[in-house]
């Protein structure tokens, strides 16, 4: 069975760090671009970054450029967003997902995602 | 960034009824457009990408439509399971990504 599963949401200060991790099965994990994104509580969803099969091309919405870093252990069939200098307005439900070429780069695994709030 | 605009935000409907929702991209994106269903507490599912293609199991009463700026998601014979958000998705910009603000179908 094709599934992601994400993991790493917590509780954390404003200015805090924290990691969320996803880890892949039921397909090639390394043939595939990754993809986060999250959605803020009663809001829509956002893309935040993504990662090329290889690990070297890395992509992010503005808003996170310089505190939130994606990487990927393709031996591991792991997905990571490092996330630094939380705000309040980093509070979401953080989905892991995959975006397949042949349906137009289409996300269509999704985990279940994983929350993180930020607040003192 | 590539902008996209749906609407309606909401609508009430009735089982049975036929639903349409749009969705406006700022610049042409080809046929780069996805569907998704959000059921309160899930993860999005793709339902349709490739602004025309119905996703594997994804019931024959979805359909999709349009190219370019302006397309649209028809759901012909609401079932009470559709109730959900719907949120369109643009990859022509890949990797840049970007989401439509969501649309809530809500019973009526």
């Known amino acids: 069975e094709v599934q992601l599963v994400e993991s790493g949401g917590a509780l954390v200060q404003p200015g805090g760090s924290l990691r969320l991790s996803c880890a892949a099965s039921?397909?090639?994990?390394?043939?595939?671009?990754m993809s986060w994104v999250r959605q803020a509580p009663g809001k829509g969803l956002e893309w935040v970054a993504n990662i090329k099969q290889d690990g070297v091309e890395k992509y992010s919405v503005d808003s996170v450029k310089g505190r939130f870093t994606i990487s990927r252990h393709n031996a591991e069939s792991s997905l990571y967003l490092q996330m630094n200098n939380l705000t309040p307005e980093d509070t979401a439900v953080y989905y892991c997902t995959r975006a397949s070429v042949s349906l137009w780069n289409a996300f269509d695994v999704w985990g279940q995602g994983t929350v993180v709030i930020v607040s003192p | 960034d590539i902008q996209m605009t749906q609407s309606p935000s909401s609508l009430s409907a009735s089982v049975g009824d036929t639903v349409t929702i749009t969705c406006r991209a700022s610049q042409p994106i080809d046929i780069y457009l996805h569907w998704y269903q959000q059921k309160p507490g899930k993860a999005p599912k793709l339902m349709i990408y490739g602004a025309t293609t119905l996703q594997s199991g994804v019931p024959s009463r979805f359909s999709g439509s349009g190219a370019g700026t302006d397309f649209t998601l028809t759901v012909t014979g609401l079932q009470p399971e559709d109730f959900a958000t719907y949120y369109c998705q643009q990859s022509f910009s890949t990797p840049r990504l970007t989401f439509g603000g969501g649309t809530r179908v809500e019973i009526k």
């Open positions: 039921g397909f090639t994990f390394s043939t595939y671009w």
